[in-house]
Every structure is written in structure tokens, then in C-alpha cells.
Nanobody, 115 residues
Framework: QVQFVESGGGLVQPGGSLRLSCAAS????????MGWYRQAPGKQRELVAG???????NYRDSVKGRFFISRDNVKNMVYLQMNSLKPEDTAVYFC?????????WGQGTQVTVSS
């Protein structure tokens, strides 16, 4: 099992930006396909963005052009740059491997978009 520690969330006004970070354990990070997920109150967890081991990225439609995922295989880190944030982006954000079943979930980082 790989462990994850997410950070970088906070309270931001609509239109603002945040950069989330995820630190992953283990020595095989570079071969993992990774993803950022989010879970809003009362809703199921959903995939927001993914990045393959080779660097190919994909995004859910609602965040395309606003969110950008990246990785640093030397530091075992995955990042999510979030721009033009909207109230509907409010959720707890998690990272995990893109696999079924996923690894154990970290505690996540809360993102609240509100004026």
C-alpha cells in the first residue's frame, strides 16, 4: 500500500487560485498512474484529474482549462494547480493511484470557495 499526504487547501474567493500538493510514499512512484479526486458533502468521490506514469493528463469536463495536474518523480509529489475557482469546486481533495481498488485514502485537504 502506498500512503498519501495532501496539503495546500484553504478558503478562497470565487475566481481565485490554489495549488494542492500530494506526497506519496514508496520507491516505485514513477511507474504509478496518479489522480486527484474530490468529495463534496453528500456526494460521491469523483476523479478530477489524472496523470499517467508517462505524463499524459486528463481532466473531468467541469475543470478543463482551469485545473492542471503535474508530477515530480524525484520528490514523489503530485500537484494540482486550480485556477478560476468556483463555489462548486468546494470539496475535500484527495490523491491516489489510478487503480482498482485504490490504496487507502489519506485525510485529504479541504478546499472552500466562497465570498
Amino acid at each position: 500500500q502506498v500512503q498519501f499526504v495532501e496539503s495546500g487547501g484553504g478558503l478562497v474567493q470565487p475566481g481565485g487560485s490554489l495549488r494542492l500538493s500530494c506526497a506519496a510514499s514508496g520507491s516505485m512512484f514513477s511507474i504509478y498512474d496518479m489522480g486527484w479526486y474530490r468529495q463534496a458533502p453528500g456526494k460521491q468521490r469523483e476523479l478530477v484529474a489524472g496523470i499517467s506514469s508517462g505524463g499524459t493528463t486528463n481532466y473531468r469536463d467541469s475543470v478543463k482549462g482551469r485545473f492542471f495536474i503535474s508530477r515530480d518523480n524525484v520528490k514523489n509529489m503530485v500537484y494540482l494547480q486550480m485556477n478560476s475557482l468556483k463555489p462548486e469546486d468546494t470539496a475535500v481533495y484527495f490523491c491516489n493511484r489510478r487503480r482498482v481498488p485504490p490504496d487507502s485514502w489519506g485525510q485529504g485537504t479541504q478546499v472552500t470557495v466562497s465570498s
